[in-house]
């Protein structure tokens, strides 16, 4: 390479395509050794196909791939880890129901098939005790721990393989500050010691302080690669998108309204997930919850919808106390609250009926004996009407949901609640893993229900979608709120700093000052 | 220690569940706690036993096995033949019937791994072949098995029933071994998630495979065991061992969702529930009352194994179960 660092790995003009789906497009990418390189893209964008064929979860469709120059072909993650590449998964690769121990000696190269050695527990547990994890017991079920101890043991399975090629996929996603800058400073020895290491984030700050270089991914393609330093915080966020922030969102329709509280959340608990919420929705109002995954924003919008028993509390819509014994009373009207789940092939729709089932299967059950009344008073122009204003691509309406493209299924998700006509619309992460048209058509739509006298609550782990669209942000950091932003106070920069629960970040930590908690 | 008991919670349960009933058992038994009754009472444990091991490999790698009886029937009837004559000619058969055992097991490995067939499936349809070639082999009940042989492994060791101490050879010598092997600890992984299991760099195919071959290993040594208890050939046999080989695994403790659940939890299960029999039948119960009351107290033990479902208070979380 030109600056004398050794390449790693290399992809040669690689494809992946998943039916008529393009996840990359013709990527040709280097990775050398004794660097940070960070892998930037909105999601959906190819970065987590990228780190899958890399680490041997998934094979090309077309192109080449070298590793130390020579064609490989990476069959499995076991033989990715032969070559050296180990990949700190988002979804986390751990084992629920093994310990810490056994999780950390699963599919280490030194054990393979044989006796257990211990040579990798005791490098486990040095790394563990340096990430604040001394507390985390080598004995504990991985499924008894909460979710920051199990990204600590999933980087510390992880370096003891001491892997050539590290990559992280969002791997401090719900660590905080003061752990990650342990798991920095681990990082930055690795690199001086020669590994290469692929970090993927989506926070900026993070990526200002730990990357040499930066790559930027678009759409399954790879747009660009520089030093850090090279382009200013909005140039990247431009090469990110493709277009400006003014053109992906839509302006509002109506003005932030002023009127009484639709929905009110008074004091709110739920074992130690949710302490002690409050908040108002207005008809009209776009709220969003914000923070890192896991901090209590899912569990209210469960709350809200039912799905969860002995809640402390109020919930009370138009000053009328709520009893949301299950999601069928909270979807019957009057009460209409609707949620769209976040993962919508597995909780939001049943990919192997089609459009027009699944359409219908949020009207059943609304009424008494609902079940045997398959009419169920929904208008069958108001699933077209939904549709067509999205312009979901189909042949009909008979069409399995698993034949559909991402978008085009959350669009589906999206018609099913629509057409029950909800006064509160709960959405959790609407446009996660869909394309940038579908994400426009998406916003348009959230602006028009809000004109039309729609409460929707958004939650967001996009801080561009929580700006640009919601009139108030609360930001959660351990089940309860953090702080509440809104109108000039909304901004990424104390977005970041209220899910880091820090009280502060100077105004140009996005620009070349890392936020130090 | 607590963490011990707690990651165990299921097989502590079932533990002390066993050891109530086997008290009732020797103190109410009219003849009391002799070594005839201590050993027959192995016996029939050790036959169930060995079968749970068998559905136990399977279940652990989340596929349930239907076919562990047909495969007991199948061994048991080829027993029938092969073990008698020459102490050469019948050490050759030792060796074919458990060779048939494991390749039953491979055959099923095969369809579910490669084949990509649901197990369920997979080994209803294999079970049908196996209980087939097994009345083959032996129409009507018949055949003999060598006695010496056969006395060796039913009776006694010093007043301890053989019985049990196979049990205890299989579990020191052959379990603990392999639960510190990296093999062990994938059979654990991918029950409980392939997912990870693959991404972690484990060659999930053939670890699973391997727990077929392992299942029709073990069925084809209960199918050894029965013979030596009978000493006759029976192709009849297959679906009781079926059905109660899942119900020892799901007393054990160990979750038929996978990955969750040791040996020793099976071996638990299969002597819950023959004893659960054996006490029946000197309850003095009539004879027609007895099915039921049996059923009501499997019942029971498990509804108490799964009673922490009660205490979830996520709904959607009750679906992970």
Redesign the interface.
């Known amino acids: 390479m030109s600056d004398g660092k050794r390449e790693l790995i290399r992809f040669e003009e690689v494809t992946k395509a998943y039916g008529a789906t393009l996840a990359l497009k013709k990527v040709s990418f280097t990775c050398q050794a004794g660097e940070v390189r960070a892998v930037l893209g909105e999601n959906g964008a190819g970065k987590s196909t990228l780190m899958k064929l890399m680490?041997g979860?998934i094979q090309p469709t077309l192109g080449k791939i070298y590793v130390d120059g020579q064609p490989v072909r990476l069959e499995?993650?076991?033989a990715?880890?032969d070559l050296g590449i180990v990949?700190m998964?988002q979804?986390?690769?751990?084992?629920?129901?093994?310990?810490v121990r056994?999780?950390i000696?699963?599919?280490?190269?030194e054990?393979?098939?044989?006796?257990?050695s211990k040579g990798n527990l005791t490098r486990a547990r040095a790394i563990l005790d340096r990430i604040e994890g001394a507390h985390i017991?080598m004995?504990?079920?991985v499924a008894d721990l909460s979710l920051p101890e199990r990204q600590q043991v999933e980087i510390a399975?992880a370096i003891c393989r001491a892997p050539r090629l590290l990559i992280l996929d969002e791997a401090t996603s719900a660590l905080n500050a003061s752990v990650v800058q342990k798991v920095f400073g681990l990082v930055r020895d690795l690199r001086d010691q020669g590994t290469g290491i692929l970090f993927i984030s989506h926070r900026f700050h993070e990526v200002d302080d730990l990357a040499d270089s930066i790559s930027v991914f678009r759409n399954g393609e790879h747009v660009d690669t520089f030093q850090k330093g090279k382009h200013s915080y909005s140039e990247i966020i431009a090469k990110m998108i493709g277009q400006s922030l003014t053109e992906l969102f839509p302006p509002r329709l109506s003005p932030i309204p002023d009127g009484a509280p639709l929905l009110k959340v008074d004091d709110l608990s739920?074992?130690d997930t949710l302490r002690g919420v409050s908040l108002e929705v207005r008809p009209g109002e776009v709220l969003g919850l914000g923070g890192l995954d896991g901090q209590g924003q899912m569990v209210l919008v469960?709350a809200l919808f039912?799905?969860?028993?002995?809640t402390g509390g109020q919930i009370s819509e138009n000053g009328h106390p709520l009893q949301l014994k299950?999601p069928r009373a909270a979807k019957a009207p009057p009460t209409g609250i609707a949620l769209v789940p976040e993962d919508r092939k597995t909780e939001g729709l049943i990919p192997e009926l089609s459009i027009r089932e699944n359409m219908e299967l949020a009207a059943l059950g609304r009424h008494p004996f609902g079940l045997t009344d398959l009419d169920n008073g929904i208008d069958p122009d108001l699933f077209t009407r939904f549709t067509s204003e999205m312009e979901l691509v189909c042949r009909n309406f008979d069409q399995p949901v698993s034949d559909l493209s991402g978008g085009n299924q959350q669009k589906v998700a999206l018609t099913k609640w629509l057409a029950l006509q909800p006064r509160c619309l709960l959405l959790a992460d609407p446009t996660r893993g869909i394309d940038v048209k579908t994400k426009t058509q998406i916003y348009r739509l959230i602006r028009q229900l809000a004109a039309e006298g729609v409460a929707i609550i958004l939650l967001s782990t996009d801080y561009e979608e929580l700006i640009h669209l919601c009139d108030s942000v609360h930001v959660f950091y351990d089940g309860a709120v953090r702080q509440v932003l809104e109108g000039p106070e909304l901004t990424a920069e104390n977005i970041i700093a209220a899910s880091l629960n820090v009280n502060s970040v100077p105004v140009q930590a996005a620009q070349g000052h890392p936020a130090h908690a | 220690m607590l963490?011990?008991i707690r990651?165990n919670k299921r097989e502590v349960i079932a533990l002390a569940f066993l050891v109530v009933l086997v008290s009732v058992y020797l103190t109410t038994h009219p003849s009391g706690p002799t070594t005839y009754v201590l050993t027959i009472w192995a016996n029939q444990c050790t036959v169930l036993a060995l079968v749970a091991i068998a559905q136990f490999f399977a279940v652990l790698v989340r596929g349930l096995d239907l076919s562990v009886g047909a495969v007991m029937a199948l061994t048991n009837t080829l027993a029938s033949h092969l073990l008698i004559g020459s102490s050469t000619s019948i050490g050759l058969g030792l060796l074919a019937v458990l060779a048939v055992g494991s390749l039953c097991g491979l055959a099923n490995g095969l369809a579910i791994v490669y084949g990509r067939i649901q197990p369920i499936v997979a080994t209803l349809a294999s079970a049908s072949v196996f209980v087939g070639l097994a009345l083959l082999l032996r129409p009507t009940p018949g055949g003999e098995i060598d006695f010496d042989l056969a006395d060796a492994l039913t009776l006694d060791i010093w007043g301890l029933p053989t019985a049990l101490v196979i049990l205890t050879v299989i579990v020191v010598v052959f379990w603990i071994p392999l639960r510190?092997?990296?093999?062990g600890?994938?059979l654990?992984?991918i029950?409980?998630?392939q997912?990870?299991?693959?991404?972690?760099?484990?060659?999930v195919a053939r670890?699973r495979l391997a727990a077929f071959v392992l299942a029709g290993l073990f069925a084809g040594v209960a199918g050894l065991f029965v013979s030596f208890i009978t000493t006759t050939g029976d192709a009849s046999i297959a679906p009781n061992y079926t059905l109660n080989s899942i119900a020892a695994v799901v007393l054990g403790g160990i979750a038929l969702r996978g990955?969750?659940g040791s040996l020793f939890g099976a071996l638990i299960g299969a002597f819950i529930l023959k004893t659960i029999s054996a006490l029946m039948f000197f309850s003095g119960l009539p004879p027609l009352a007895q099915p039921f009351v049996e059923g009501l107290i499997l019942a029971v033990a498990i509804a108490i194994g799964s009673a922490d479902i009660l205490r979830?208070?996520?709904?959607?979380e009750v679906f992970d179960r």
């Open positions: 680490s979860v499995s993650p076991g990715a880890r990949c998964f979804e986390l690769s751990l084992v629920p129901d093994l310990s056994d999780n000696l699963l599919g280490a190269k054990v393979g098939m044989g006796r257990l017991p004995k504990r079920k399975k739920f074992g469960q039912g799905l969860l028993k002995k299950s | 963490d011990d990651t510190r092997t990296g093999f600890l994938a654990y992984a029950g409980s998630s997912q990870a299991a693959f991404q972690s760099g484990t060659p670890v990955g969750v979830l208070r996520n709904r959607l």
